[in-house]
């Protein structure tokens, strides 16, 4: 049924704080989404102050593994989720959540913590601790099921900003504890460095110069208005890159709606689909600039990456992105105020604001992460 790097033995009462904390992570994919490089990054920093973590997840079209490697004291264990030909959203919501509650079920009681990293690992393995990365608002009815439940049933709940965890006092009167994301600012400042010129330069010889989103096309990372932007720009000396997007959603009428506007628009977006793990920092370090137009975001993790290696930032003007990454980045509201940033960053690039944006990234690390939800965890059992 599951791939299982190690099992962990059930632990008898009587759990006192000087023993490592067995916790269990889940998430819905393998794939490089931001609650999964969360997991995994979480899991790994935790595993380096002496606890003992699981991640469990579902792998989804074949998969055994996550999209990257993982420290080996961590372990995995992934639950396979065969495609089914035509399935629509409703259901494959309602089967991921029943095959990865089954298989977890027979597991549960090996761990002190069980903590969801998303509305399906957070129905299927509830009760548990949920971390809210960010809101949505869904139209298919078991999706819009599956988000409110994930709301309300958690014992407790974590956020990646103080934004999201006022919508979560506004919506549902639901305090939550905020605990920043991570970031490995040292892997994307060294593709900036010497040491990564060559990556940087295959890229540049590939590309030329370009602003890069990264997340796919999709209706959350405002990719209509991107292109809208870059249309106004109405520049050939700089392209348009957009890397990875690999979801469980269908967005392809959004895609097919932002390919023709590109098209009548004559930008000629470049799409990479997902990048290999190892090459994604040099692609970030050789943008010219960072486009980061999303119209719902937690944190930002992808815009903290970019900081990390030097790009200019442009954001949507969202209170989530002001909260995280004021004085670091150019705000825009509208398409044309997003192109008037981009062309301004692009030739008049601030070296303050980039040293800010460095200084900010490397604050910003996994090892604090852990300790915090170390603390966290603490409470809960006690």
Not at 108 to 123: E, L, M, T
Request: with cysteine; charged share 25%.
């Amino acid at each position: 049924m599951v791939n299982v790097r190690r099992r962990l033995p059930a632990r008898s009462a009587g759990w006192v704080a000087a023993e490592p904390v067995r916790i269990a992570l889940l998430t819905y994919s393998t794939k490089p989404r931001g609650g999964v490089v969360h997991a995994l990054a979480l899991a790994e920093a935790l595993v380096e102050l002496g606890e003992q973590v699981t991640v469990w997840t579902l792998g989804r079209g074949g998969d055994g593994g996550f999209f990257r490697a993982v420290d080996p004291r961590v372990s995995v264990v992934v639950v396979p989720f065969p495609d089914l030909s035509g399935e629509d959203v409703g259901p494959r919501v309602l089967r991921s959540i029943s095959l990865l509650r089954k298989a977890f079920a027979e597991e549960r009681d090996a761990y002190d913590v069980v903590h969801a990293q998303d509305c399906i690992s957070a129905n299927a393995a509830e009760p548990c601790l949920r971390t809210v990365h960010h809101l949505e608002q869904f139209r298919t009815p078991e999706l819009a099921a599956c988000h409110e439940r994930a709301i309300t049933a958690p014992r407790r709940h974590v956020c990646v900003s103080a934004a999201v965890a006022g919508e979560l006092r506004a919506g549902w009167g639901i305090e939550a504890t905020v605990i920043p994301n991570g970031v490995d600012a040292g892997r994307f400042a060294a593709a900036a460095g010497p040491e990564g010129l060559a990556e940087r330069a295959g890229w540049r010889d590939r590309l030329g110069r370009y602003v890069l989103a990264v997340g796919g096309i999709e209706p959350r990372k405002g990719t209509f208005e991107l292109v809208e932007a870059m249309a106004l720009l109405d520049r050939d000396d700089v392209r348009l890159v957009i890397a990875g997007g690999q979801t469980l959603f269908d967005y392809r009428d959004y895609r097919d709606a932002v390919l023709a506007l590109a098209a009548r628009s004559g930008v000629e977006p470049v799409l990479l689909g997902p990048v290999p793990d190892p090459e994604l920092p040099a692609l970030v370090a050789a943008a010219d600039v960072f486009a980061f137009p999303s119209t719902k975001e937690g944190f930002g993790l992808a815009a903290m990456e970019a900081l990390a290696a030097g790009v200019p930032l442009v954001a949507s003007d969202l209170p989530v992105l002001r909260e995280i990454f004021a004085g670091a980045a150019l705000f825009s509201g509208n398409p044309g105020e997003l192109a008037a940033m981009i062309d301004r960053a692009l030739d008049h690039p601030d070296p303050d604001r980039r040293t800010r944006g460095r200084e900010l990234a490397a604050r910003h690390t996994w090892a604090a992460a852990a300790r915090a939800h170390r603390a966290f965890y603490r409470r809960v059992i006690g």
